[in-house]
């Protein structure tokens, strides 16, 4: 089912609450406790969005959701009751592609539930027609299908926020970038995005298309100012 979320929460009330907040919202919703129902259910179904409570008794939601994307490119969310930025940086820098901070408000989570969705449903699309690609280095970025292939015509999996960061860097090649013009390039109407969210997305960007991350070929950091990518683009065929 296209519109099926899967929920993963160790509070029995908080798991009924998000399925019927969902469900409310129009979703398809399933909610399991843990790592092992986790993994369970996504042998048994498929989901367009997966959102993990970070704080799991016994578990690490951050360990699990680095696991799922190791497998997996779908839309990950996690939710966090801590105030302060770090447990949202590092859920950004190890796999999720969003976060929702305890106590949520409802009609803000269902509107970054279905932002999310948009933007994954929009990545797996373009399959027809004539196709607007942009070659650098020994990568092609497809930007009707929203892929990354390598020199071998292997798909690189990018999770939507990755691809709409390397998007803008291909579309504005050898110009320095400020972190607020990432931020308003890459900015969802229906997502508040601060600040360290572009160095997070840049540090999981160089791992994939650098040879060497800590020596980046394509994307320069501009100390003081931001980010350029120093690569000539081209457009193929």
Known sequence: MVNSILVVDDEAEMREMLVDLLHDGGFAATAVEGGVAMAQALDQGRYALVIIDLRLKGEDGLTLARGLRARSSVPIMIL??????TDRILGLELAADDY?????NPRELLARVRALLRRSVL???GEAGSRERCAFGDW??????????NAQGEACALTPGEYQLLEVFVRHPNRVLSREQL???TRSEDSEVFDRTVDVLVVRLRRKIEANPRQPRY???????????????TRVA
């Open 80 to 85: 966090t009751g801590k105030a302060d930025d």
């Open 100 to 104: 929702v901070m305890k106590p949520f």
């Open 219 to 233: 994307i320069r950091t501009e100390r003081g100012v931001g980010y350029a990518f120093a690569a000539t683009v």
């Open 123 to 125: 990545a797996a699309g």
């Open 183 to 185: 931020l308003d390039f």
């Open 140 to 149: 092609v970025l497809d930007l009707d299908a929203r892929r990354l292939f």
